[in-house]
């Protein structure tokens, strides 16, 4: 089944402490972006992918790093996690830009406290 | 400043009862217009893409129309169903390949 499938669906963890949210798609997209979503803001993106080592900064990469060493996997990376921070994440994927639709993960539900 | 807004914020409606819902955007140049589903504790899905020689496209009970000189979007539900009830997510893309998202219209479909 074509899928985005993101790890951990919950977490959560103590301020200061790194995590890594991982993303892998199994549609060879080329495509793929990382986004923040909460209340009364909507969706926010915080980097994203061209293709294999090609990264770009979104709306919002403060606090965040990211890789793309394979294809198929986008990392989140939070290498100091503050309260700010607690969100609902997705990772999304498509096959270039232009027409693609963007297809999601089920997203992820980051606590830090 | 490139801008997508929606309206209402959110809805509630009786099951079987029609509803539309609004999408003003000041993307320019403009690419296309997607809309977007979210279920409660999923990730969005896609319903259709509007560019910009279509006024009209429909997909199942949805239907999306277009205003491009407007810059104006809707999506009317016809007969809602439970199922119905979710975030409406619209997102425009700029021919510079930048999408900017709304913030979505939450829609209630009551009993």
């Known amino acids: 089944e074509a899928q985005v499938t993101q790890n951990p669906r919950y977490l959560i963890t103590v301020t200061g402490k790194k995590l890594t949210v991982t993303c892998s798609q199994n549609?060879?997209?080329?495509?793929m972006s990382w986004y923040r979503q909460d209340p009364g803001l909507g969706l926010r993106q915080i980097y994203y992918?061209?293709?294999?080592?090609?990264?770009d900064k979104g709306d919002v990469p403060e606090g965040y790093k990211v890789s793309r060493k394979e294809k198929r996997n986008f990392p989140l990376i939070l290498e100091s996690p503050s309260p700010n921070q607690t969100s609902l994440y997705f990772c999304?994927?498509?096959?270039?830009?232009?027409?693609?639709?963007?297809?999601f993960g089920n997203g992820t539900r980051l606590t830090v406290t | 400043k490139n801008q997508v807004e929606q309206s209402p914020q959110s809805l509630i409606i009786l099951e079987g009862k029609n509803c539309t819902l609004q999408?003003?955007?000041?993307?320019?140049?403009?690419?296309?217009l997607r809309w977007y589903k979210q279920d409660t504790g999923r990730g969005p899905v896609s319903l259709t893409i509007?560019?910009?020689?279509?006024n009209t496209k429909s997909n199942g009970r949805y239907t999306a129309t277009l205003d491009a000189d407007t810059k104006q979007s809707s999506l009317h539900i016809t007969a809602s169903q439970l199922s119905d009830s979710a975030s409406y997510i619209c997102?425009?893309?700029?021919?510079?390949?930048?999408?900017?998202f709304g913030k979505g219209t939450r829609l209630h479909i009551l009993p």
């Open positions: 992918s061209m293709n294999v080592e090609v990264t």
């Open positions: 999304a994927s498509s096959p270039g830009q232009g027409w693609s639709p963007l297809h």
């Open positions: 997102v425009v893309r700029g021919r510079d390949d930048k999408i900017i």
């Open positions: 509007m560019t910009f020689s279509e």
């Open positions: 999408c003003n955007y000041t993307v320019s140049p403009f690419s296309n």
């Open positions: 549609m060879n997209h080329e495509y």
